[in-house]
């Protein structure tokens, strides 16, 4: 099978909520192979209508890294259908196993289509907002190496975005919670993604322009979760707060 009947197989598992075996099992692929994989699954999403509205980091934490059992930092692409406008709700069924985790999300302010300095970083995003993702891995019980979950797009399938706030220079030590309903899901610091977020930012910068990407004004940019992610089921509400920027809440219906 080529990359882009991989693709298919992958886009399709998204579609009908049905997870597949891990592709690394019937066929070895390497890390580029994995990320051109990616790239063809997002096109199907963009043929279809859902434009390119940012991109994602992942596995910016030991937290991360530790509950799925992989040691590196991957990013992937986010498409307008995976965004749920606030009152919006996250439909159960149309995913394989939904998780969530809490985030913290940059908006752009101009084009980048190079690596930016910290300093730089700072001077290119406009506004940050507390966030939650929703990640579904299209594998059987969430179970992946490396170049699956790559293939997989970062396992991304879902967000929420709490208010803009204007840019912060400062994004350290911010506590970030997660509730599901009335119970404390998970609970962290944004020191614990990348020792702080514009960290991730700027890998962010870096990971997309050496793919020959050009990442437009207004692009979001999910820094990568601070914690263990947690399944979320029907008739659930998730609130995620981050200390300073605000806090959102997501129906699971
Ligand atoms: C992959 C997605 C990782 C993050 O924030 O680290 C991610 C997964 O855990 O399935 O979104
Ligand atoms: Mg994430």
């Not at 939904?98 to 985030?103: F, L, V, Y």
């Not at 994004?171 to 609970?187: G, Q």
């Amino acid at each position: 099978m080529n990359l882009s009947e991989l693709s298919s197989i992958l886009h399709d598992a998204a579609k009908t909520a049905k997870p597949i075996a891990q592709l690394s099992l019937s066929h070895p692929i390497n890390l580029d192979q994995a990320y051109e994989i990616q790239r063809l699954l997002v096109q199907h999403r963009i043929d279809e209508g859902h434009p390119l509205i940012g991109i994602k980091m992942g596995f910016t934490s030991k937290a991360k890294m530790e509950q799925m059992g992989v040691d590196d930092m991957i990013w992937g692409l986010l498409t307008s259908d995976m965004l749920i406008e606030e009152g919006g709700a996250l439909k159960r069924n149309a995913h394989c196993h939904p998780r969530a985790e809490p985030e913290i999300c940059f908006k752009t302010s101009i084009d980048i289509d190079r690596e930016l300095s910290l300093e730089e970083c700072k001077e290119a995003v406009s506004h940050v907002a507390a966030a939650v993702e929703i990640i579904d891995s299209r594998y059987e019980n969430f179970k992946f190496s490396l170049e699956d979950v790559v293939a997989d797009n970062c396992s991304s399938a879902g967000m929420m975005i709490g208010p803009w706030v204007p840019m912060k220079e400062d994004l350290r030590d911010l506590k970030m919670t997660m509730h599901l309903d009335d119970e404390l899901a998970a609970e962290g610091s944004s020191n614990a993604i990348l020792d702080d977020p514009w960290n991730s930012f700027q890998a962010a910068t870096r990971l997309a322009s050496a793919a020959g990407m050009m990442l437009p004004a207004g692009s979001c940019v999910m820094a990568g979760a601070s914690t263990p992610a947690s399944f979320v089921k029907e008739g659930q509400k998730v609130k995620v707060e981050v200390e300073g920027l605000g806090s959102l809440i997501l129906s699971v219906a």
